[in-house]
């Protein structure tokens, strides 16, 4: 698995946000998500989400003898984020890594790309997490290619996964997603 650099702040950090994609309240529309556990492949993990009071919890246990992976994925959508230059997330995790991923119309052998970034989390506090799109990696099957780089002026899903190599539970909650320019302000 490779490593990306994330920025992470504490919750006290009420820095510029940027563009809101969803916070999970009845204000913001529904992005379909749904769960794509590795029993799609013969694993054993199980993973699932709800959303409540404007969170969504992604809970599950993972099992490497098998795929070793749980994902939520959102339905199909436009994006049009070229402007911007990476996502935010607002999370509450659990110590483990998680990846953050999106999808364009980009394919590879026919077959459609998904782009990964991991990172990292800290155990029962919330945290600001800002993923550069520069940090996304071209990915097919969870191989990791060389190309193409991801085109942010058209991601057509995003979605929130955990293949860390690790067994066990886990929990992570998210409050936000956004778009955030390089304008915003940078995070130490």
Known sequence: MTTSASTITTASDDSNTGLLLTDFTADTADMGWYVVNDNVMGGRSDGDFEQEDGVLKFTGRT????GGFSSIRTKPMELALSDRSGVQLRVKGDGRRYTWRLTTNAR?????????AEFPTQEGVW???DIPFSRFTPRNRGYQLD???LDPGQI???GLMIY???DG????QLESVSAYSASSPTRD
């Open 63 to 66: 099992n490497t003898n098998g």
């Open 108 to 116: 590879w052998r026919g077959r459609q790309i998904s782009y990964w």
């Open 127 to 129: 945290t600001t997490v």
């Open 147 to 149: 190309g193409p780089t």
């Open 156 to 158: 057509t899903g995003m």
């Open 164 to 166: 860390d190599g690790l």
């Open 169 to 172: 539970p886990f929990a992570l």
